[in-house]
């Protein structure tokens, strides 16, 4: 079982930045895949970033490149999102998620644990 607390999130303006971080608890979470989700309101939860489980590996939405950032430190058991040049379609609740398996899959389905959330304001 492994159990995921996300923390960072907040209120910032256009142009800002944030960190989010997601601890994660159990014996072989360092080796699972990592990904961040995020969810607005009347949307579905899209992907936004995953790494591996070794985190050689990365992935990134198309609407987040070259402005986020994943990493992960396998030793603290977190992950990391670092989110820059953030605009109002970045404002979300972003979700920590991860799967039992060492390489990224970008669906939701593919992913076994939930972190409960933290909320994102962009104002503009």
């Known amino acids: 079982q492994v159990q995921l607390v996300e923390s960072g999130g907040g209120l910032v303006q256009a142009g800002g930045s944030l960190r989010l971080s997601c601890a994660a608890s159990?014996?072989?979470?360092?080796?699972?895949?990592m990904g961040w989700f995020r969810q607005a309101p009347g949307k579905e939860r899209e992907f936004v970033a995953g790494?591996?489980?070794?985190?050689?590996?990365?992935v990134y939405a198309d609407s987040v490149k070259g402005r986020f950032a994943i990493s992960r430190d396998n030793a603290k058991n977190t992950v990391y999102l670092q989110m820059n040049s953030l605009n109002a379609e970045d404002t979300a609740v972003y979700y920590c998620?991860?799967?039992?398996?060492?390489?990224?899959?970008?669906?939701?389905?593919?992913?076994?644990?939930w972190g409960q959330g933290t909320q994102v304001t962009v104002s503009s």
């Open positions: 159990g014996r072989t979470a360092s080796r699972y895949a």
């Open positions: 998620a991860a799967r039992d398996m060492s390489n990224i899959y970008v669906s939701p389905l593919q992913y076994n644990y």
């Open positions: 790494i591996s489980g070794s985190g050689s590996s990365t």
